[in-house]
């Protein structure tokens, strides 16, 4: 049995045939709906369900069970159980439409032991993006790779931070020999994950690992911004010296509005001084009520998860909750 789809600020509808999820339906039909990963990891296709249910064949894992009782569901899974009426997040923000160009490795460097500095030089125009997205590295045999930009758009010079998977064929055997001067084909810019200025809320962002990068270019888009609103980052890591961004993020005091930063390490060694465990403990340690913030969670799938949860138990707003959840370099990692 087919089941109608109707979104409510676009006024388009689509039908959803019997076995399809709401995102195939709406490939089918050419309605766009945000999305990335399409197996229900990375949350980009979330949509809110006003009217109607949906079922799934297992839980996605970038769904919260406090997500799925406020109405909200992953397209990319959700198989409808009658007509549906659904919201999609807006945003004043719009995105420039993906292309393939070149590009040139301008400089390679390490941040530490796992992070690689991986800066790319793009033609003369460079590249129009929104802080916070990402793009695809094209592989000779047609493979991708993705990696956040991790500077504002600025020139031609655009910055990433490519976390290291041990014998991975890109980040070890590849990127290892690779020389300033190497050719390489990109797609971008990709990814909806950006700031949202139509909030007004103050902003606390989580970030582990390389998941700093999206959270580095929005940040230093909004430097001495008047309009910016206070900011508090917490990023987490392993060990002090693999805070390879420390300095610089320090040097944002007085540049972003009441910033604070807080360094989380999960192995700390005895000399550390700062805090201890994870991002997400953190924030539950410092905040009572969470109900006037805006979130951004960067890195790692399992803290987003859990962070959602716990920020919601606060009072935290699922609308104003935005993720970037590095799906796919988790998966490598685990393989």
């Known amino acids: 049995m087919a089941y109608r789809v109707h979104i409510l600020q676009t006024d388009e509808s689509f039908q959803v045939e019997e076995g399809e999820s709401v995102l195939q339906a709406a490939d089918r039909a050419a309605v766009k709906l945000p999305h990335e990963c399409t197996f229900g990891g ?43 009426c659904i919201s999609v997040a807006s945003s004043r923000q719009s995105f420039p439409e993906p292309r393939r160009l070149p590009a040139t490795i301008h400089r390679i460097e390490r941040y530490c032991e796992d992070v690689i500095h991986l800066t790319l030089a793009l033609p003369e125009e460079g590249l129009d993006y929104v802080p916070g997205q990402y793009m695809n590295v094209v592989l000779p045999d047609g493979e991708t790779r993705s990696f956040s ?6 020139g031609n010079l655009v910055d990433f931070h490519v976390r290291r998977i ?29 700031y949202h200025e139509e909030d007004w809320r103050p902003l606390i962002m989580m970030a582990t690992g390389t998941g700093i990068a999206p ?7 909004l430097l001495d911004n008047e309009d ?15 805070l390879y961004l420390r300095d610089e993020i320090e040097s944002w005091a007085g ?8 360094p989380v390490l999960s192995r ?13 403990q953190a924030v539950m340690e410092d905040h009572e009520d969470l109900s006037e913030h805006a979130f951004y969670l960067c890195g790692a799938p399992d803290m987003i998860h859990e962070a959602k949860s716990l920020l919601a138990a606060r009072g935290a707003s699922l609308e104003h909750m935005y993720s970037d959840s590095f799906t796919f370099q988790h998966a490598l990692a685990a393989a």
């Open 215 to 221: 959270i580095k270019a929005i940040l230093e888009s």
């Open 149 to 154: 930009m991790a500077s504002a758009p600025a």
């Open 166 to 194: 041990p014998g991975g064929r890109y980040t070890d055997h590849w990127l290892g020999q690779a020389q300033a001067g190497a050719d390489v084909e990109i797609e971008a810019p990709l990814g909806v994950f950006s």
């Open 42 to 84: 990375c949350g980009t296709c979330r949509i809110k369900l006003e009217s109607g249910a949906v079922e799934y064949e297992e839980f996605p894992m970038a769904l919260t069970p406090e997500e799925a009782a406020e109405g909200y569901a992953l397209a990319c899974q959700a198989r409808p159980l009658g007509d549906l």
């Open 268 to 280: 700390a060694g005895a000399d550390w001084q700062g805090r201890r465990g994870y991002v997400q």
């Open 228 to 242: 910016c609103p206070p900011v508090t980052l917490y990023w987490g890591m392993r060990t002090e010296a693999d």
């Open 255 to 262: 540049r972003l509005y009441e910033f604070t930063f807080v």
